[in-house]
């Protein structure tokens, strides 16, 4: 008995020993597999590796955790970024700065992800790791993009706080996220803080200076700041970038003059400018009507070597159709396969924007069906600029429609400008019906433009009842209403000889406004039949400047 006692103690002894066995051997595995995995950013992978060594015993390793995080991070899936970093501490595995920071930099850098980043952050101190700049940088780069500028600046405090040494990207983060919403002061000052430190600035914060400056409408400073930089730190392809910095500033400022400036001085700095600087230089003066400095900096980018790219085709075939030259911003788009660029969305949006905005309603329509024949998925703007070239014709409202329902077809949301165009190419027809069916279907989001243009509607058809309760709903919605919608309520009340109501419209009108509208008066007068019975109600609700003109027609009908 005594033996087969001892017999199956080995046995246990044995089957502890070779299950602790594969258990390590498991571990060993397991790690470097999970590394490679993620090496390849398969995350899937790496996740399914660390699952299985769990369920043969393994031990966790933090790193093999690291890694299946930052290939998920690198992919994309911040979600399951995250829920490694759950799994991690459901695991009670210590976690570290690497880990920390690869949470903190899978944040999409939209909406209020932000607060993660600094819950992270401050539970990173609380478990007592010494958070490095790079941490600190994550953080600010995710308050940043998020617009937690002030946000952005404690994490810089907190790292001076804690004895972290302020890298300059750290500053040039703070500087670009106070600049950004509007704090350029408080930029400046940071810089005055860094040079007051001792510490020497780079480019990326000469950078962010210029910008600031920029923002601040003080050119000239920009311009010094550019002029002092240090070379030796800023040198070659990075001075011209923040060149480029300002004149982009420029640009968004409206200031063509300035970024031509700066462009022009870039050659006595002695930085060689490149595409993004003549692109921008060339849409800020596109934005300012100029078209013909936009192509003149095409064609002096190209005596410099620079091919023209996709960008800077785009920026001259938009300021040629913002300047009314539709037929040189079609020749572009023409040329750019000789050019062996391949035309894109903007380039057909833009070149779609200038033949509308000429009525070149035929062309405008066939660059649609192009750029659909190519596969371009264009969005709303390019179907409502066709819609809107549209509506100038009375005879179109029918290609307005359909071009409205195509697009309901492409489109998961379409937008309110989009319905508003196809109201407003309804109106000159008189196609009330369907301007008030496409108002039903904005609902709550019609505004005062498409009321007006579906009351505009309704007075060529007479529609009198239609526009008269347009404007009560505008009304109760607390929209005002223009003159233009009384005037049209007050033609289809004329139309359909609803004088009694034409006259009730422009009396209370006037005694809401405070005012008479002198063309809805003219309109509820014009044709009638006068009785001079019904002039003294509305002669008792105008003003002086309107009864002189109701005289005057009274005396024309006699």
């Not at 401050?122 to 700049?133: H, I, P």
């Not at 994550?138 to 600046?153: E, I, P, Q, T």
Request: aromatic letters at 6%; a neutral charge; glycine letters at 8%.
């Amino acid at each position: 008995m005594e033996a087969c006692f001892r017999t199956a103690k080995h046995a246990d002894a044995q089957i502890a020993e070779r299950s602790s066995r594969l258990s390590l051997a498991a571990q060993l595995r397991t790690l470097p597999a999970v590394v490679t995995l993620a090496r390849l950013r398969q995350w899937s992978a790496a996740c399914s590796a660390l699952e299985q060594a769990r369920c043969q015993g393994a031990e966790s390793d933090v790193r093999g955790f690291g890694a299946a995080m930052a290939a998920a991070a690198s992919s994309g899936f911040w979600e399951q970024a995250f829920i490694l970093l759950s799994s991690l501490q459901e695991q009670r595995l210590r976690l570290n700065v690497a880990v920390v920071g690869t949470a903190v930099g899978a944040l999409p850098r939209s909406g209020n992800q932000w607060r993660l980043a600094i819950q992270l952050l401050t539970r990173a101190s609380a478990e007592g790791l010494q958070a490095n700049s790079l941490l600190f940088g994550a953080a600010m780069s995710s308050c940043r993009s998020s617009g937690a500028w002030s946000c952005a600046l404690e994490v810089l405090l907190a790292c001076h706080v804690q004895g972290v040494e302020a890298h300059p990207v750290l500053l040039s983060v703070a500087m670009a996220s106070a600049t950004e919403a509007g704090a350029w002061r408080l930029s400046l000052r940071l810089l005055d803080w860094l040079c007051a430190e001792g510490l020497r600035p780079d480019s990326a914060i000469y950078s962010a200076a210029v910008v600031a400056h920029a923002k601040g409408d003080c050119w000239e400073r920009s311009l010094e700041v550019l002029a002092n930089a240090d070379r030796r730190s800023a040198a070659g392809r990075r001075s011209a970038a923040m060149a480029n910095s300002a004149i982009s500033a420029a640009e968004g400022a409206e200031r063509w003059d300035v970024a031509l400036a700066i462009l022009s001085d870039m050659g006595r700095m002695l930085l060689e400018a490149d595409h993004i600087s003549f692109n921008s230089a060339g849409s800020a003066c596109g934005k300012a009507g100029y078209w013909k400095l936009a192509l003149w900096l095409q064609s002096q980018g190209r005596s410099q070597g620079l091919s023209t790219d996709l960008v800077g085709c785009n920026t001259v075939i938009s300021a040629c159709g913002g300047g009314g030259r539709w037929d040189i911003s079609l020749a572009l788009l023409q040329e750019m396969g000789g050019m062996s660029l391949v035309p894109d969305i903007v380039s057909f949006g833009s070149a779609l924007h200038g033949c509308a905005r000429s009525s070149q309603t035929e062309i405008a329509l066939r660059l649609l069906s192009e750029a659909q024949r190519r596969g371009l998925a264009l969005g709303a703007i390019a179907f409502g600029t066709a819609i809107s070239s549209l509506g100038a014709s009375p005879g179109s409202w029918r290609e307005s429609l359909a071009l409205l329902l195509e697009v309901r077809e492409r489109l998961v949301e379409v937008d309110v400008p989009l319905y508003n165009a196809a109201i407003s190419a309804c109106e000159p027809a008189g196609q009330w019906a369907h301007a008030l069916g496409l108002l039903e279907v904005l609902g709550s989001a019609a505004g005062l433009l498409a009321f007006g243009a579906a009351t505009g509607a309704c007075s060529p058809a007479g529609a009198w009842a239609q526009a008269l309760g347009l404007l009560c709903s505008a009304e109760s919605r607390r929209l005002d209403y223009s003159d233009v919608s009384c005037t049209a309520a007050a033609s289809a009340c004329r139309i359909a000889r609803r004088w009694q109501k034409a006259l009730g419209l422009v009396r209370s009108a006037a005694l809401k406004a405070g005012r008479a509208n002198i063309p809805a008066c003219e309109v509820a007068l014009s044709g009638l039949s006068w009785s001079f019975s019904w002039a003294p109600a509305l002669l008792a609700s105008i003003e002086e400047q309107a009864v002189d003109l109701l005289v005057g027609m009274m005396n024309r009908r006699r």
